[in-house]
């Protein structure tokens, strides 16, 4: 304890911004006064400017208002937090947990939070401050955590006893965004299906479009997009005309490409593909041919364009590929309802997995949407490539639950008889990282221990050799416990490694590896012990 009795938490530099809020509401005072001077003067014309003027400095002087305003602090009774609209307080003992929540930017920067955890359940809350959003002043966040911990811990009961993160990969995270996002992508996906028949038919009668065979009555004239059709035309022929053409416009980027036609007959312009615009040059006799009121088609002598229609295979591939990617934040939320039960700051096994096997899926379910968007597939071949697939995907998905599963930590026992260490032995280099930096690991540069051949040791590189290796002096260490990766232990832990807390002569010291090497380098560093001496009858 550091003898903390209380804390209050400001926003920096706050004299600069209450400066700005007084120039701020100034500001807006002056637009105010400007915009009825300019009704009174001029009418309702210019006087929108001064209106948007003044709203947009109104609104900084209230953001800056609330910034200067929020407050947080902590005493005897609870936490206290102050804004611009709302006061609230919270007792200690209605307090079970206070622990950081990472919001995560635009650009990937973490934001980290204070989160105060309700005693019995209830939705949790976020106080406005302390905040980090940078690196350089994490050491303030973490130590204004610190002081709200040690009152917790001095008027409270904190049901905890280490600082719980939570981050986007902790089973802690609500399922509110993957869930939006799986039902999005669900919606799209029902509004392609529905327009697979309509594509699929409009493809099809242009494919199967005829000449006409009767004389169009034509009405052509500057403006007119089309001739006036007669009924055979209304019947989905193909009509004619002849044109010239005078420019060709090739958009750049996303800009749209034209062709302009002479004397505006039988239209002005028609908007083309980018290569069909560079097909053409001014001064090129073409054929227009219209189909249902509008030009599908530009013939020249050395290029034609054709207005692209959208077979049904193409929007049922659209359909299938949003609903598998609507698989993937079905996974994540599938994942944190199987660790519910789990720590909220334990760490979620990936859902790669299901991403394999969601690509597996539509390696053989996007060809088959296509080839059958309608129809369901009844030739033997297309029989057996569905059958396959459906095999496939369930031996995909049956891996992917069976890799995802949340497997306790094993304690390794030790043996009665530790093996004395040999020079002889075959070296073999793990991958395995201590968390923080030590006498045998400056700086944390290992990235890996060599067992065999001697002592154990840490390495920055996976051999051959013990080039820049330390000793790890296992007489030293002692097994405390084995877990799971937490949110606390950062984003460099794979999820599928294990955390050993070791104890190093009094000093916390946390060795990961994946859960096999995690055992063998245990073992390894286990030194002979008697009974006395072991902290654990599990290690």
Same mark, same amino acid.
């Given at each position: 304890?550091?003898?903390?009795?209380?804390?209050?938490?400001?926003?920096?530099?706050?004299?600069?911004?209450?400066?700005?809020?007084?120039?701020?509401?100034?500001?807006?005072?002056?637009?105010?006064?400007?915009?009825?001077?300019?009704?009174?003067?001029?009418?309702?014309?210019?006087?929108?400017?001064?209106?948007?003027?003044?709203?947009?400095?109104?609104?900084?002087?209230?953001?800056?208002?609330?910034?200067?305003?929020?407050?947080?602090?902590?005493?005897?009774?609870?936490?206290?937090?102050?804004?611009?609209?709302?006061?609230?307080?919270?007792?200690?003992?209605?307090?079970?947990?206070?622990?950081?929540?990472?919001?995560?930017?635009?650009?990937?920067?973490?934001?980290?939070?204070?989160?105060?955890?309700?005693?019995?359940?209830?939705?949790?809350?976020?106080?406005?401050?302390?905040?980090?959003?940078?690196?350089?002043?994490?050491?303030?966040?973490?130590?204004?955590?610190?002081?709200?911990?040690?009152?917790?811990?001095?008027?409270?009961?904190?049901?905890?006893?280490?600082?719980?993160?939570?981050?986007?990969?902790?089973?802690?995270?609500?399922?509110?965004?993957?869930?939006?996002?799986?039902?999005?992508?669900?919606?799209?996906?029902?509004?392609?299906?529905?327009?697979?028949?309509?594509?699929?038919?409009?493809?099809?009668?242009?494919?199967?479009?005829?000449?006409?065979?009767?004389?169009?009555?034509?009405?052509?004239?500057?403006?007119?997009?089309?001739?006036?059709?007669?009924?055979?035309?209304?019947?989905?022929?193909?009509?004619?005309?002849?044109?010239?053409?005078?420019?060709?416009?090739?958009?750049?980027?996303?800009?749209?490409?034209?062709?302009?036609?002479?004397?505006?007959?039988?239209?002005?312009?028609?908007?083309?593909?980018?290569?069909?615009?560079?097909?053409?040059?001014?001064?090129?006799?073409?054929?227009?041919?219209?189909?249902?009121?509008?030009?599908?088609?530009?013939?020249?002598?050395?290029?034609?364009?054709?207005?692209?229609?959208?077979?049904?295979?193409?929007?049922?591939?659209?359909?299938?590929?949003?609903?598998?990617?609507?698989?993937?934040?079905?996974?994540?939320?599938?994942?944190?309802?199987?660790?519910?039960?789990?720590?909220?700051?334990?760490?979620?096994?990936?859902?790669?997995?299901?991403?394999?096997?969601?690509?597996?899926?539509?390696?053989?379910?996007?060809?088959?949407?296509?080839?059958?968007?309608?129809?369901?597939?009844?030739?033997?071949?297309?029989?057996?490539?569905?059958?396959?697939?459906?095999?496939?995907?369930?031996? =995909?998905? %049956?891996?992917?639950? &069976?890799?995802? *599963?949340?497997? +306790? /930590?094993?304690?390794?026992? !030790?043996?009665? @008889?530790? $093996?004395?260490?040999?020079?002889?032995?075959?070296?073999?280099?793990?991958?395995?990282?201590?968390?923080?930096?030590?006498?045998?690991?400056?700086?944390?540069?290992?990235?890996?221990?060599?067992?065999?051949?001697?002592?154990?040791?840490?390495?920055?590189?996976?051999?051959?050799?013990?080039?820049?290796?330390?000793?790890?002096?296992?007489?030293?260490?002692?097994?405390?416990?084995?877990?799971?990766?937490?949110?606390?232990?950062?984003?460099?832990?794979?999820?599928?490694?294990?955390?050993?807390?070791?104890?190093?002569?009094?000093?916390?010291?946390?060795?990961?590896? =994946?859960? %096999?090497?995690?055992? &063998?380098?245990? *073992?390894?560093? +286990? /030194?002979?012990?008697?009974? !006395?001496?072991? @902290?654990? $009858?599990?290690?």
């Amino acid at each position: 304890m550091n003898g903390v009795r209380e804390m209050t938490c400001r926003p920096h530099l706050k004299r600069p911004v209450w400066r700005f809020v007084v120039l701020a509401a100034a500001g807006a005072s002056l637009a105010g006064t400007g915009l009825a001077a300019v009704r009174v003067a001029y009418g309702n014309g210019p006087a929108d400017v001064w209106a948007y003027a003044g709203l947009l400095v109104a609104l900084l002087g209230v953001a800056c208002l609330y910034g200067a305003v929020v407050q947080v602090s902590a005493d005897a009774y609870g936490v206290h937090s102050r804004t611009l609209l709302r006061r609230r307080s919270v007792p200690w003992h209605d307090i079970a947990d206070l622990r950081v929540y990472v919001q995560y930017g635009r650009h990937g920067e973490e934001i980290h939070r204070v989160e105060v955890v309700p005693r019995g359940g209830g939705p949790t809350r976020r106080l406005p401050l302390p905040a980090s959003v940078s690196s350089g002043d994490r050491p303030d966040f973490d130590a204004k955590l610190h002081d709200l911990r040690a009152l917790h811990r001095l008027y409270g009961t904190p049901e905890s006893h280490h600082v719980a993160v939570i981050s986007k990969r902790t089973a802690g995270r609500g399922t509110a965004v993957p869930l939006t996002l799986c039902l999005l992508l669900l919606a799209c996906a029902g509004l392609a299906a529905w327009f697979v028949p309509a594509t699929e038919s409009l493809k099809q009668a242009w494919m199967s479009a005829a000449p006409c065979t009767a004389g169009a009555t034509t009405e052509e004239g500057p403006g007119s997009p089309v001739p006036e059709r007669s009924r055979e035309s209304e019947e989905d022929c193909l009509t004619t005309l002849p044109a010239v053409i005078t420019r060709a416009e090739v958009g750049k980027g996303k800009q749209r490409s034209r062709l302009y036609f002479a004397e505006s007959r039988p239209l002005e312009r028609l908007s083309v593909s980018r290569e069909g615009a560079e097909g053409f040059r001014p001064g090129d006799r073409v054929e227009l041919t219209v189909w249902r009121g509008e030009v599908r088609q530009v013939t020249g002598e050395h290029h034609v364009w054709r207005e692209h229609f959208p077979s049904g295979g193409e929007v049922a591939v659209i359909a299938a590929g949003c609903t598998l990617a609507a698989g993937y934040p079905a996974s994540l939320v599938l994942l944190r309802r199987r660790g519910r039960r789990l720590p909220a700051d334990e760490v979620l096994p990936s859902a790669l997995p299901f991403a394999g096997a969601l690509a597996v899926t539509a390696l053989w379910l996007l060809p088959l949407c296509y080839l059958h968007p309608t129809t369901p597939p009844t030739s033997p071949g297309t029989l057996t490539w569905a059958v396959a697939g459906c095999l496939a995907t369930l031996g =995909a998905f %049956t891996r992917a639950w &069976r890799a995802t *599963r949340i497997r +306790t /930590p094993q304690k390794p026992a !030790a043996p009665r @008889t530790p $093996p004395e260490p040999s020079d002889e032995d075959e070296e073999v280099f793990l991958a395995a990282r201590f968390l923080e930096p030590t006498d045998y690991n400056p700086n944390n540069f290992g990235t890996h221990i060599v067992l065999g051949g001697g002592p154990p040791a840490v390495t920055p590189h996976p051999g051959p050799g013990r080039f820049a290796a330390k000793r790890i002096p296992a007489e030293r260490l002692t097994v405390k416990d084995i877990r799971r990766p937490r949110g606390g232990d950062g984003d460099g832990v794979p999820r599928s490694w294990q955390i050993a807390e070791l104890d190093d002569a009094g000093r916390p010291v946390h060795l990961t590896a =994946a859960p %096999t090497d995690l055992a &063998r380098i245990i *073992r390894a560093l +286990t /030194p002979a012990r008697t009974p !006395a001496n072991v @902290t654990r $009858p599990d290690l």
